[in-house]
């Protein structure tokens, strides 16, 4: 069974930094393009950065610069580095194969407060 385990998310001041983490199962992880995506009370769920099979990489206008994608075939995990946090990043953050798969995970929780 498909399955995407997100964690790292936390409590963070402005300009604060957090790592999140995805751990992926029954999917052949290597061959998938990953999306973090995340999604804030009231609003859809929206991409924020993809990393495809080969690693190239492509982030959000709203995070490039600050949030960098990356990934470790070998643990079939994606990682989402973020910098520079701002209160706008506060939001519930998932992965999910690229197209997404049915299975999503609980997600990570993300607050970024003043």
């Known amino acids: 069974q498909v399955q995407f385990v997100e964690s790292g998310g936390g409590l963070v001041q402005p300009g604060g930094s957090l790592r999140l983490s995805c751990v992926a199962s029954g999917i052949m992880f290597r061959f998938y393009a990953i999306n973090w995506y995340r999604q804030a009370p009231g609003k859809q769920r929206e991409v924020v950065a993809t990393i495809t099979s080969t690693g190239t990489t492509t982030h959000a206008d709203s995070v490039k610069g600050r949030f960098t994608i990356s990934r470790d075939n070998t643990k079939m995990t994606a990682y989402l580095q973020m910098n520079s946090l701002k209160p706008e990043d506060t939001a519930v953050y998932y992965c999910?194969?690229?197209?997404?798969?049915?299975?999503w995970g609980q997600g990570t929780q993300v607050t970024v407060y003043s």
């Open positions: 999910n194969q690229n197209p997404p798969s049915d299975y």
